[in-house]
């Protein structure tokens, strides 16, 4: 269920009391931004990606995005068209 308070919504069953829930509540924006960073953080680390893969797949991202941004991208008519032909060439073996 979700309480709707102004422009922001609340869970009104969760996992902690309804006191730590006010408690934390109570913190101004960024601290609950940083509070909530780090209780992310504490659970999402599960992928067993190491620093060097995460960094790696982080400078593929940019560099995509950048691609995309200058312009060098294939139209998608184009990029379905080559795909299409290479499964059809691996179904041919």
């Not at 109570?26 to 509070?35: A, F, H, N, Q």
């Not at 659970?43 to 200058?70: F, K």
């Amino acid at each position: 269920m979700v309480d709707v308070v102004g422009e922001v919504a609340y869970a009104t069953h969760v996992a902690v009391s309804a006191t730590l829930l006010k408690q934390l509540l109570m913190l101004g924006e960024r601290e609950r931004v940083e509070l909530a960073h780090a209780l992310l953080d504490s659970v999402n680390d599960n992928d067993e990606m190491s620093d060097a893969d995460r960094a790696r797949l982080h400078a593929a991202i940019e560099q995509s995005i950048s691609e995309i941004e200058s312009g060098q991208t294939v139209p998608l008519d184009e990029a379905l068209a080559s795909l299409r032909a290479k499964r059809a060439a691996r179904a041919s073996r």
